[in-house]
């Protein structure tokens, strides 16, 4: 079965210095992972995807995400953090079954401290 | 691009009755759209899949008489909550996929309150 692990369920960093959110993945065959980000009472805004191709994926508001087939994992990267960053984010997996469905992880805070 | 809407973003209701929430993707096709149910800070947990004018596919333990799902046309589906119980009180979020593209795009979301 597909799934997908977020280690951490809090992230605090300063405003100004890089930000790494963790994600690692379980599939059977090749991964298409997403990453979301989710604030306060609203829906999930898309960040990025890796279906195929390079490696570093870079998405929306400057984050981009390191695929790692070795130690299967897709972190989410900044290398720069915001205040406005603070948020709830979210890894996925496609499950490769007839509903297509996507598998999240249980999410994990970010907060920027100015 | 790829907007979704919902409507209403908040409802109250009494217990016993029954509530729909819309859900659209306004500047593109929806061939399958996806109900969540979303816990206070917990993560998001599939309800059911829905593709155009076929029958919704209810996940497991997801009671498919009292989560009433119709996708009548490829920008619309809605989610009726029959004979709602407090226990139903819970945030409902849908997302929509179109013809091409593995990601889903995500409605805002709607809060129940069942009193």
Not at chain 1, 19 to 31: A, D, E
Not at chain 2, 18 to 42: G, H, N
Not at chain 2, 54 to 73: C, M, P, R, W
């Amino acid at each position: 079965a597909q799934s997908v692990a977020q280690p951490e369920d809090q992230v605090n960093v300063a405003e100004g210095n890089p930000l790494t959110v963790k994600c690692t993945y379980s599939v059977s065959g090749n991964p298409y992972l997403f990453w979301y980000v989710q604030y306060p009472n609203r829906g999930l805004q898309f960040l990025l995807k890796y279906i195929t191709g390079d490696n570093l994926v870079k998405g929306s508001y400057g984050f981009e995400a390191e695929f790692n087939k070795s130690q299967t994992s897709f972190h989410l990267k900044k290398p720069s953090a915001l205040v406005s960053d603070s948020a709830l984010y979210f890894c996925a997996v496609r499950d490769m079954s007839y509903t297509d469905k996507l598998i999240f992880g249980t999410g994990t805070r970010l907060q920027v401290f100015p | 691009g790829a907007v979704v809407s919902q409507h209403p973003s908040w409802v109250i209701c009494k217990s016993g009755t029954s509530v729909k929430i819309e859900c659209r993707s306004l500047d593109f096709q929806a061939t399958t759209m996806f109900w969540y149910r979303q816990f206070p800070k917990q993560s998001l947990m599939l309800m059911a899949t829905s593709n155009e004018g076929s029958k919704a596919t209810y996940e497991q333990g997801v009671e498919k008489d009292k989560f009433l799902i119709n996708h009548a046309s490829l920008t619309l589906s809605t989610l009726t909550v029959t004979s709602a119980h407090p226990e139903d009180s819970s945030f409902y979020i849908c997302s929509a996929r179109g013809f091409s593209g593995y990601e889903q795009y995500f409605g805002p979301g709607t809060r129940l309150t069942v009193t």
